[in-house]
Nanobody, 128 residues
Framework: EVQLVESGGGLVQTGGSLRLSCAAS????????IGWFRQAPGKEREGISC????????YYADSVKGRFTISSDNAKNTVYLQMNSLKPEDTAVYYC?????????????????????WGKGTLVTVSS
């Protein structure tokens, strides 16, 4: 059974930090590109970061660039999202998702429609 389990969410003050984890099981981790997404109340889900299995490239949305860092520990089948300098607008449910991606697909990785598996999410609340 494929599982993606997020953890590490919580309540933090503006300017604080959190590290989210996404533990994967049930598939060959090295073959999958993993992305982090978030959905704030009343807003659509958006992609914020992605790490490609094919070439190790990392991608970030402009809204988190310079503040968030994605990393992967393939030995633990886990992807992390280090979030620094958190802002109230970062408040959302954070999801990780996985897809099989490579350049031949002709589209960027970690598009909302392309993800094969999703976790259930972890809530991050940033207080002002």
């Amino acid at each position: 059974e494929v599982q993606l389990v997020e953890s590490g969410g919580g309540l933090v003050q503006t300017g604080g930090s959190l590290r989210l984890s996404c533990a994967a099981s049930g598939f060959i981790f090295d073959d999958y590109t993993i992305g982090w997404f978030r959905q704030a109340p009343g807003k659509e889900r958006e992609g914020i970061s992605c790490i490609s299995s094919s070439d190790g490239r990392m991608y970030y949305a402009d809204s988190v660039k310079g503040r968030f860092t994605i990393s992967s520990d393939n030995a633990k089948n886990t992807v992390y999202l280090q979030m620094n300098s958190l802002k109230p607008e970062d408040t959302a449910v954070y999801y990780c998702a996985a897809e099989v991606w490579d350049l031949t697909l002709g589209r960027p990785p970690c598009g909302l429609d392309g993800m094969n598996y999703w976790g259930k999410g972890t809530l991050v609340t940033v207080s002002s």
